[in-house]
């Protein structure tokens, strides 16, 4: 590992906005913090939004600067990423951030039934031969359910085509209408956080030439995603 990451890392044990259980890999118990984040970690009663697989968190820092009446919780596995996220919002006082290091396929563990509101996904490995590990796979989506309140609003942000494409299909499928869909953000009339906020791979994937996508959907939590059968192409 280089010096320089480590010496994040160990800048990071002592971020009171960072939350890293001591196992990464996590053992399946109910984390200690489960239901309890807004009234125990941010002291107060205000809906919570996701990013998941955030990097340098850009999208928890920028939406909590927006809306200090929300409270916003990055999550990845990559502890050096996180630290770019938590340390700037260290710098700017904002108390209504929080950084999860965990593997996001134990969500349920981190988070009661009800205790989320919104999640983003944005920039999300598209894992073109495993469906199921999709972030926005039915098996992702079901997981949604059981910590997201009824309704939730789910925003995909993506470069993939295979990702943006594989999703909307899953949705129409299970009778599910986005709220919103572009397979060229830029392109498009849209205006909000979306084309406001840049993520780092983003700007990368900008500088090659690519096309963003977006879509938002409404979570029902009463009603199981059913998957598609297998998609892989490209449109
Ligand atoms: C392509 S990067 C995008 C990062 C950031 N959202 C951005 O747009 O710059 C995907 C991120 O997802 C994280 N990630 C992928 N699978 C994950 C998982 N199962 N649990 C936690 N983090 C994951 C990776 O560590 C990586 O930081």
């Not at 890293?20 to 125990?40: A, E, N």
């Not at 996220?85 to 981190?110: W, Y």
């Amino acid at each position: 590992m280089s010096k320089n990451k480590l010496a994040k890392f160990a800048e990071m044990a002592d971020f009171k906005n960072v939350v890293q259980p001591d196992d990464v890999s996590f053992d399946r118990t109910p984390y200690i913090l489960r239901g309890k984040w807004r009234d125990d970690f941010f002291h107060n009663a205000n809906p919570l939004t996701l990013e998941l697989g955030c990097g340098k968190g850009e999208y928890t820092v920028g939406l909590a600067k927006n809306n200090p009446s929300g409270n916003y919780i990055g999550i990845d596995i990559k502890g050096a990423r996180i630290w770019t996220g938590a340390k700037s919002a260290l710098e700017q006082n904002l108390d209504n951030v929080g950084f999860l290091r965990t593997k996001i396929d134990l969500i349920d563990k981190f988070f009661d039934q009800d205790e989320v509101s919104e999640i983003w996904v944005t920039f999300a490995d598209p894992q073109p031969k495993k469906q199921n590990k999709r972030l926005t796979s039915a098996y992702f989506l079901n997981l949604y359910r059981k910590i997201c309140v009824n309704g939730a609003r789910i925003h995909l942000k993506t470069d993939s085509r295979l990702l943006h494409f594989y999703t909307k299909a899953l949705l129409e499928a299970n009778g599910i209408t986005p709220e919103f869909a572009t397979d060229d953000l830029y392109a498009s009339d849209f205006k909000g956080v979306a084309v406001e906020i840049q993520t780092f791979y983003e700007k990368m994937f900008l500088a090659e030439g690519k096309k963003i996508t977006y879509l938002t959907f409404l979570l029902d939590k009463n009603k199981p995603v059913v998957e598609i059968p297998k998609f892989v192409e490209e449109p």
